[in-house]
């Protein structure tokens, strides 16, 4: 998933976020800071 994709689902607020390997291409830095917002926003 690219920046835009995630950034426009958090935006318009959806119920569910499909992600297939939303990480895989992203540096460690990166990977754990969408991993972290993903955590906050999960529930």
Known sequence: M???AYY???FYKY???ILDEA???LD???E???QEALSRISY
Request: glycine share 0%; aromatic share 12%; net charge negative.
């Open 2 to 4: 690219n920046s835009f």
């Open 8 to 10: 426009t689902s958090l």
């Open 15 to 17: 119920h569910f976020i």
């Open 23 to 25: 990480t895989a291409s």
């Open 28 to 30: 460690v830095e990166n």
């Open 32 to 34: 754990t800071l969408i």
